[in-house]
């Protein structure tokens, strides 16, 4: 006797979720066999969002955050309470901030052991992702040893869209206290890029 509930050609079928799984695995092949220049912005976006979405389609939304944000680099960087704003769940957030810190810690490991001032353009490139992004302008000091090796990069202050103050006796202070021999003070413009000039 069949129930009433449910037709006999459909009972004990479930339909399949619509989770784009077919393009994630076309994604996932290109990505392995081009590397990340194989993929648009976007696509690396709704990859992400799909690690914290699962068996949802992610790319309009992708798109969306990355028109909404004005790029990749501004929605990486973007802090934890903006994104929120953006309707965000802590779930995706922690999934585009882990990238963040991936790629960050990735340009890190360029520079680290080895004498900055060889290294200037890998030192560009390290700033440029940490700092040109950011909305606001920030000032980062890099302290260095008398080998001229980078012993911190810390981001001492930030300030507003077109300004960030720097205060010589923090700097001073903290010079002494880590027994750097020389400093990089740098700032980024939010609409351009970081500037840095060795001291």
């Known amino acids: 006797m069949h129930s009433a509930t449910c037709p006999p050609s459909v009972a004990g079928i479930e339909k399949p979720p619509s989770d784009a799984s077919g393009h994630r695995v076309r994604l996932r092949k290109r990505l392995f066999e081009g590397g990340g220049g194989a993929l648009l912005n976007h696509e690396l976006i709704e990859y992400l969002l799909a690690l914290a979405i699962p068996r949802r389609d992610t790319k309009a939304k992708a798109k969306a955050l990355i028109a909404r944000f004005g790029g990749i680099g501004r929605l990486l960087s973007a802090d934890a309470d903006t994104l929120r704003r953006a309707g965000l769940s802590d779930g995706i957030i922690?999934?585009?901030?882990?990238?963040?810190?991936?790629?960050?810690?990735?340009?890190?490991?360029?520079?680290?052991?080895?004498?900055?001032?060889?290294?200037?353009?890998?030192?560009?490139?390290?700033?440029?992702?940490?700092?040109?992004?950011?909305?606001?302008?920030?000032?980062?000091?890099?302290?260095?040893?008398?080998?001229?090796?980078?012993?911190?990069?810390?981001?001492?202050?930030?300030?507003?869209?077109?300004?960030?103050?720097?205060?010589?006796?923090?700097?001073?202070?903290?010079?002494?206290?880590?027994?750097?021999?020389?400093i990089i003070i740098v700032h980024n413009h939010p609409s351009g890029r970081p500037d840095a000039e060795p001291g």
């Open 94 to 182: 922690g999934t585009l901030k882990i990238a963040e810190a991936s790629a960050l810690r990735l340009h890190e490991t360029r520079v680290e052991g080895r004498p900055v001032l060889s290294i200037w353009d890998a030192l560009g490139d390290y700033l440029q992702a940490a700092m040109g992004p950011q909305a606001i302008e920030q000032g980062r000091v890099l302290f260095l040893n008398a080998r001229s090796m980078l012993i911190a990069n810390e981001a001492m202050w930030t300030g507003c869209v077109d300004e960030a103050s720097v205060h010589v006796r923090e700097v001073i202070a903290r010079a002494i206290a880590l027994g750097a021999t020389a």
